[in-house]
């Protein structure tokens, strides 16, 4: 309970390293995850050092390819400019992992039959539960996180970096905090719960 009343969403981290057992051990927190199907249907990739450098600039060469497309919406520019904003967060953090849904297809894929799309919607849920375990974990140990995904919007030059055809759901970056925000306002509790008897 503390881990999850405690947790913020970190943007500013210090320089400072995250030991590679660290790491796992908040990784090994998302593997532990309930999952549909028991499917597991996640992988972490950790970007660290010069990788991480190199993965985050395919990333920012994706997002200028995004907003140079002509057929671009307003809708669109918006959201690349706000993950260009993430990108610079991205940046000043020592580790960032990308998580891939070793199931998922879309958005970019063939469209969904609706049996397949709600397995995919079982996956990401899956994927989130994963994600939101490595999260707390991460908070359980002095770490700060920030769950991202702005990923989506250079999805495919990210995943030809990859060199996977697997679905690259989110990313999180990690590190010891340099900020401790306040807490962002929640929906008054009584309306998003029900209890019907
Ligand atoms: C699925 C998901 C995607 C998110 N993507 C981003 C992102 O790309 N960039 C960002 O700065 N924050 C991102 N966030 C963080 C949210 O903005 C944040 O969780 C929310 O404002 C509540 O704040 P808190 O995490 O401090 O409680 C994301 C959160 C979730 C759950």
Not at 116 to 130: K, L, Q, R
Not at 143 to 162: K, Q, V
Request: proline content about 6%.
């Amino acid at each position: 309970m503390n881990a999850i009343f405690e947790r913020r969403s970190i943007r500013k981290f210090k320089d400072l390293e995250v030991s590679d057992e660290l790491i796992r051990k908040v990784i090994k927190a998302g593997a532990e995850a309930p999952s549909a199907k028991n499917r597991q249907p996640w992988k972490y990739i950790v970007f660290k050092g010069q990788a991480r450098e190199e993965m985050l600039n395919v990333m920012d060469m994706g997002l200028d390819m995004a907003l140079a497309e002509p057929s671009l919406p307003e809708q669109g520019k918006a959201g690349v400019m706000d993950a260009k904003n993430t990108l610079r967060i991205m940046r000043g953090a020592p580790v960032i992992i990308l998580v891939l849904n070793t199931n998922g297809v879309s958005p970019f894929g063939k469209p969904l039959d609706i049996f397949s799309h709600i397995t995919e919607i079982c996956d990401s849920m899956s994927c989130g539960a994963s994600i939101e375990n490595v999260l707390l974990a991460a908070t359980d140990e002095g770490l700060g996180s920030l769950w991202i995904a702005n990923t989506f919007y250079a999805h495919e030059p990210l995943r030809a970096y990859l060199k996977t055809d697997k679905q690259l759901i989110a990313a999180v970056a990690l590190g010891y905090p340099d900020e401790d925000p306040v807490k962002r306002p929640r929906k008054d509790f009584e309306d998003i719960i029900e209890i019907r008897s």
